[in-house]
């Protein structure tokens, strides 16, 4: 019976995965919020990403900007290189991690995806490299478009890069996400999604902070955090996050704060996939009717171009 079972389902699988994207994610839409959603007329904040993913979207402009590696670029032109995290290698060949000096405090990942990462606190020995090296083939092997219907991800190409870890040395960085909803009148409303205890062996934590950064609307997971200690970073990484929102109806910009600097992690044009469960207690809803989206295309005004070659340049 359970052999049964496990075939029926792997078979229901196989027919979905053949599906158009636009019908697969209304499947997995209903499965998840137990209702079909309105992509051609979004309300709420997952529906108005699949209506980005699929009916409106600048797919180049995403494919640049995602792309870990190229968004240095833009993000050195825009607001400053003293924002990136120290960059030690790129390389589309895995093998060549053998060669540097030390992996200890660094950050392993692909530049075309996420959940894909290897964070090494100390030296790891050959066997650990050497399963590193497998991973990372692995993660150059995939394309990411794949894995929640974002095709932008696959105009992006493929390359390993190795970053110097942002923490203090004790746990893993909190990451500080900005859901910036530009008013197009100069004014922006945003949503703080401050993610914790990652990789740490305890429930994924979350608290999210609505147009402000002193009352906490929503926590799931909570551990007791104060982001107040780094209230200072937080204002000037919001600042910072209208600069690089400017161009868009929305966007999500992530940072790192450690001992008081700022760092930038990256942009992300389609959260979640438009499947994300976690914003519970109206927030979908609430950050739905944020974003002034409209039925236009969301992306860069005509004047301006945001090809992979040229996604930091503005024409005069």
């Given amino acids: 019976m359970v052999n049964a079972k496990r075939e029926i389902k792997k078979a229901a699988l196989n027919c979905i995965r053949i599906m158009p994207w636009s019908c697969q994610d209304r499947l997995y839409y209903f499965h998840r919020f137990k209702r079909l959603p309105h992509i051609r007329h979004p309300e709420s904040f997952n529906e108005k990403v699949l209506f980005r993913k699929f009916i409106k979207g600048d797919y180049d402009c995403y494919a640049a900007l ?8 833009y993000i050195a032109h825009t607001i400053g290189k003293e924002y990136l995290i120290p960059l030690l290698h790129t390389t589309d060949n895995p093998e060549t991690l053998f060669e540097l000096e030390t992996l200890k405090d660094t950050v392993i990942k692909p530049n075309h995806g996420s959940g894909m ?7 790891p020995d050959f066997v650990e490299k050497y399963r590193l090296i497998e991973r990372c083939a692995e993660w150059l092997a995939k394309d990411y478009s794949h894995e929640a219907r974002e095709i932008h991800y696959r105009y992006i190409k493929p390359q390993i890069m190795v970053e110097q870890r ?15 909803f530009n008013k197009q009148d100069g004014n922006f409303e945003y949503v703080l999604q401050v ?3 990652r990789n740490d062996n305890q429930p994924l934590s979350m608290l999210f902070y609505v147009n402000n950064l002193d009352s906490c609307f929503y926590r799931r997971f909570d551990t007791g955090l104060d982001i107040s200690a780094n209230r200072e970073g937080l204002e000037k990484a919001l600042a910072l996050s209208k600069k690089l929102a400017s161009d868009f109806d929305y966007v999500r910009v992530d940072w790192y704060i450690s ?5 930038f992690g990256e942009l992300t044009f389609t959260p979640g996939a438009g499947l994300m469960p976690v914003l519970k207690h109206g927030l979908d809803e609430m950050m739905g009717k944020m974003w002034q989206q409209d039925g236009k295309t969301a992306s860069l005004p005509a004047q301006q171009s945001c090809t992979p070659s040229t996604a930091w340049k503005k024409t005069p």
């Fill in 195 to 197: 993610v914790f205890n």
């Fill in 117 to 123: 990462v290897n964070v090494f606190m100390e030296e």
């Fill in 259 to 263: 001992q008081g600097d700022v760092y």
């Fill in 166 to 180: 942002v923490g203090d040395g004790k746990s893993t960085a909190i990451d500080y996400k900005f859901h910036m």
């Fill in 66 to 73: 995602s792309d870990k590696i190229q968004v240095r670029d």
